[in-house]
T-cell receptor
Framework: DAGVIQSPRHEVTEMGQEVTLRCKPISGHNSLFWYRQTMMRGLELLIYFNNNVPIDDSGMPEDRFSAKMPNASFSTLKIQPSEPRDSAVYFC????????????FGQGTRLTVV | DAKTTQPNSMESNEEEPVHLPCNHSTISGTDYIHWYRQLPSQGPEYVIHGLTSNVNNRMASLAIAEDRKSSTLILHRATLRDAAVYYCILRDFYGGSQGNLIFGKGTKLSVKP
């Protein structure tokens, strides 16, 4: 397996534009996480899916952020409208939902909103 | 959610063992202790995890206190490549968090040649 695949790797957009980040989890994994990382706030959990269902979205900053998981092999994180303070590295991770498993992270998407 | 406390930073010399501590005094009986690390400009990567017994793998060892209120990640011979931020996380599949994976601030490990 190629691991967790995120796209794009880098995104530069203007304030007010819609941004969509994509994640393909490892095949067979049924848990998926979206994180945001900045120097100031560290690694923040945004949302956690289990079997395609959002379990915990308490970390989603505000209504401008939305995440979907239409099937077990694909998830999106959308920001509309984007703001400069959304600039960060966004990570997606997946794991099996059992007690003895590890989460695998993608390479991240570096988002810059100007 | 159960919390963990780690030192902000630690230093080590290359080729020497490193002991990274983590306190989790409010751990519940169903919490697993997970360790991840994040190398510069990369996503976090899994290191090791355990429940009650000490664990060893090719990367590190995990020593868990008998009362489970603390644990120590042991790197037996630090290399320059081990310089990273190390995160200690409690993961519970039975409680309200349902397997959530929440990162704290971690310990930034520096390795000197």
């Amino acid at each position: 397996d190629a691991g967790v695949i995120q796209s794009p790797r880098h995104e530069v957009t203007e304030m007010g534009q819609e941004v969509t980040l994509r994640c393909k989890p490892i095949s067979g994994h049924n848990s998926l996480f979206w994180y945001r990382q900045t120097m100031m706030r560290g690694l923040e959990l945004l949302i956690y899916f289990n079997n395609n269902v959002p379990i915990d979205d308490s970390g989603m900053p505000e209504d401008r952020f939305s995440a979907k998981m239409p099937n077990a092999s694909f998830s999106t994180l959308k920001i509309q409208p984007s703001e400069p303070r959304d600039s960060a590295v966004y990570f997606c991770a997946s794991s099996l939902e059992t007690m003895n498993t590890e989460a695998f992270f993608g390479q991240g998407t570096r988002l810059t909103v100007v | 959610d159960a919390k963990t406390t780690q030192p902000n930073s630690m230093e080590s010399n290359e080729e020497e063992p490193v002991h990274l501590p983590c306190n989790h005094s409010t751990i519940s009986g169903t919490d697993y202790i997970h360790w991840y690390r994040q190398l510069p400009s990369q996503g976090p990567e899994y290191v090791i995890h355990g429940l009650t017994s000490n664990v060893n793998n090719r990367m590190a060892s995990l020593a868990i206190a008998e009362d489970r209120k603390s644990s120590t990640l042991i790197l037996h011979r630090a290399t320059l490549r081990d310089a990273a931020v190390y995160y200690c996380i409690l993961r519970d599949f039975y409680g309200g968090s349902q397997g959530n994976l929440i990162f704290g601030k971690g310990t930034k490990l520096s390795v000197k040649p």
